[in-house]
Structure formats: structure tokens, C-alpha cells
């Protein structure tokens, strides 16, 4: 590969046609985006999608996704590899950090990344193994429900526990990628005590984000969501390390790890929420 050194490099917002270069992007990465990711991000904050180009050719993407005033989720920051190394990156950061201003920012940085990370003031905040395990079509558990049918209302304040912010604008067409997916409740009492949303993505199926109030009810949860898909397919779980529970799935169920990854910080550290009951972080 020849590298390139670009004399004149800009970034701007992208166009509603160029999202296709994140999601190109991403899977040449290996990151396995949903098909309907890019899609659901856009309908949060679209003025937060950004393309650098090098000599007017596109070199490489980020996105900052504001979900609030105080808080912001930053992600998909790529650069294609002949033009790495060079202002690229520190390009796309700097047109970021506009977007995100005086917010607290979320991001998640691949193992050789975090240091570098650091070094422009974000922080380790937990680690998550995004693990593949081959879906089982087992019965289904009770008290299930469908979350397009359940009280959007109830949904969003439920999830509240989970995010720093409220993110019904991203929940809202997040559970609503039938075909390819399935966003389904447990109920405990009458009232939601976990849920998760599976949707196809450029490899098998992806799981997240997937919460429970009790491991039992997690274990029940996550058999219900595979059962969802073809038996077999290969569904991709982002396990925080720290629940204990959710990282004996591993043996369980046979769960192969395919990306180390850290949740970082920038700016005030974020209110902690009960990682014991959060199974599948969503990225």
C-alpha cells in the first residue's frame, strides 16, 4: 500500500448520500456494523456526522452524536489506511470536539487506541469484550414482550437507569428493525425488568443493548432474543468485564472473543449505573 500525504485536507458534514463511507468504512475495520446503524444515528443528530477529504477525495469519517446538553456519544472515528499517521485524525478530533463542546463524551477505544486516547484527556471508564456465540433456538420465556407494542414512555425511562442521557430519539427506531431484528421485554410484576434489541448486521446479528434486573431473567432473556434469528448464525455480544455473570456466558454458550475494547470518557465523569445488570453495552 502507498502511503499518501495529502496537501490540503478539510472536513466537513457529510452529505446524506456519503453515510455510506462510514458503514463501508467500519466493516473493512472489522467492527461489523448493523445494516440499519447509520440510519438510526441520523435520526439523533445529523448535523454530527463528519467526512474529512484529502485533495478532494474522502479519507475518512467520525460521528458525534449529541444526545443532550451535557452529554454526547463519539464513534466511527476512521481513517482509510494510505493515510494514516498523517493530520487526518487530529482533523476529524478537532471538527469533534466543536460538535461536542463543553459535554461529557462517551467513546469506545480499540486496545491499541486507548493510550492514545489518554493522551487527549479521555479516561478508562470499563472493559468490554465483544464475544461471537452461535444463536440457539431454545424455548421462550415468559412474560416477554414485544417492545414496539410496550409503552414507549415506560421503555425510555426504564433505559434512563442505563445512559447518561435520554436517548428516546435513537430508542425509537432502534426497536423497530423488523425484519432484520427483534427489540423484546421481560416483564417481572407487570413491569419491564430487562430487555434487548438483536438486528442483522453485516455479519450474523448483533445483541445490544441488553439489560436485566436479575442474572436469571438475563440468561432467560438473552436464549429468547437468539431464538429470534436462524439457529447457528452467529449473534455478537458487547460483555461488560465486570459483570461476573454475564462473563460465564463464555463457557456456556461458547463465546469466542473477537475485539478488546474500552469505554472511555471525556470531560465529567458520567453517573455510574449498575454494570451487574447491563449484559451488552450498546456502541
Known sequence: MTKKTPRNVIVRNMKLDELKFAEQWAMLEGWNPGLNDITCYSHLDSDGFFLAEADGEPAGCCFVLNFSEAFSLVGLLIVRPEYRGGMIGMA???????HVGSRTCYLDAVADKVHSYMLLGARRHYPILR?????INGPLAENLVDLTQYPFEKLAAYDRAFFPADRSRLLAPW???KPDGAALGILRGGELAGYGVIRKAQTGYRLEPFYAETPELGEKL???LTAQVPAGAPVYINLPETNAYAMSWMKK???QVRLKLMRMYRGAKPADCDLSKVYSVMG
Open 92 to 98: 476529524l478530533i478537532n471538527k469533534g470536539s466543536e
Open 131 to 135: 464475544c461471537e456465540m452461535a444463536a
Open 175 to 177: 426497536i423497530r428493525q
Open 222 to 224: 438473552l436464549l429468547s
Open 253 to 255: 454458550y461458547n463465546m
